[in-house]
């Protein structure tokens, strides 16, 4: 599967912002979908899941309640709704495939691009 990140930007703390990530080739539904992020000098971490028909879902302690995953299968998109940002979400966001119920990195088979997301304080 191709996927492909966008709606990154600029915002101030306390703003908001909705990512999408568009998946395009094997079958979208099969995968556990992830969002991660890296921030400048440190490891990739996991943000959040959502399982193959989305019902499933579960957050980083960091993000918990200000972060909300969710999916449309029916149009191969994969979305983060993130509020109340804070300066320490600056990162460049991931989205992943996978076929485990898996926060590990290593567990993703497939990677988008990445988009930034800058919040300033």
């Known amino acids: 599967v191709q996927l492909q990140a966008s709606g990154g930007g600029s915002v101030k703390a306390g703003g908001s912002l909705r990512l999408s990530c568009a998946a395009s080739?094997?079958?979208?539904?099969?995968?556990?979908m992830g969002w991660f992020r890296q921030a400048p000098g440190k490891e990739r971490e996991f943000v959040a899941r959502?399982?193959?028909?989305?019902?499933?879902?579960y957050y980083a302690s960091a993000v918990k309640a200000r972060f909300t995953i969710s999916r449309d299968n029916a149009a191969n998109t994969l979305y983060l709704q993130m509020n109340s940002l804070k300066p320490e979400d600056t990162a460049v966001y991931y989205c992943?495939?996978?076929?485990?119920?898996?926060?590990?990195?290593?567990?993703?088979?497939?990677w988008g691009q990445g988009t930034q997301v800058t919040v300033s304080s």
């Open positions: 080739g094997r079958s979208f539904s099969n995968f556990v």
């Open positions: 959502i399982s193959l028909g989305g019902s499933s879902t």
């Open positions: 992943a495939a996978s076929r485990d119920w898996s926060a590990q990195v290593s567990a993703y088979d497939y």
